[in-house]
């Protein structure tokens, strides 16, 4: 009966290392979005990963987060309504946290419609 123990602890005590050694490979990049000419935050501005599925919005403070990111090169896209989209290549190593603020140009309306009539 002790072996079965004894195998269960050494298996758990590994999964545990391997487990711990896995999240300190994740990468995270996280800031504000904010308003390039008045510096104001932008609430629910999207901000994401070109080519992913991983994304999120500001929230109430113009803050945003994408976690759980592995080292390589990514281009992080931020968008708002009434903004020109933002592109920026970023490149991460294993386990950076990367702070990323990022700035919208206002897209200024000229008073003309591109719409088909």
């Known amino acids: 009966m002790l072996l079965p123990r004894r195998l269960t602890a050494v298996i ?5 290392a391997m487990l711990g050694e896995a ?3 994740t990468a995270s990049i996280a800031g504000y ?3 390039a000419t008045s510096g104001e935050t932008l609430l ?21 987060a994408l976690t759980g990111l592995g ?5 992080i896209v931020a968008s708002y309504i009434g903004y020109r989209p933002a592109r920026i290549e970023v490149v991460l190593a ?9 700035e ?5 309306f000229d008073g ?3 719409c088909p009539a």
């Open 44 to 64: 629910t501005a999207h901000v994401r990963i070109d080519g992913t599925s991983i994304g999120a919005a500001t929230n109430h403070a113009g803050y945003y």
């Open 112 to 114: 003309t419609c591109s």
């Open 23 to 25: 999240t300190a490979q």
């Open 104 to 108: 919208l140009q206002p897209d200024l």
């Open 33 to 35: 979005v904010t308003d």
């Open 12 to 16: 758990l005590c590994c999964a545990m």
């Open 94 to 102: 294993a386990g950076e946290e990367r702070r990323l603020d990022i």
């Open 71 to 75: 080292p390589g090169e990514y281009t």
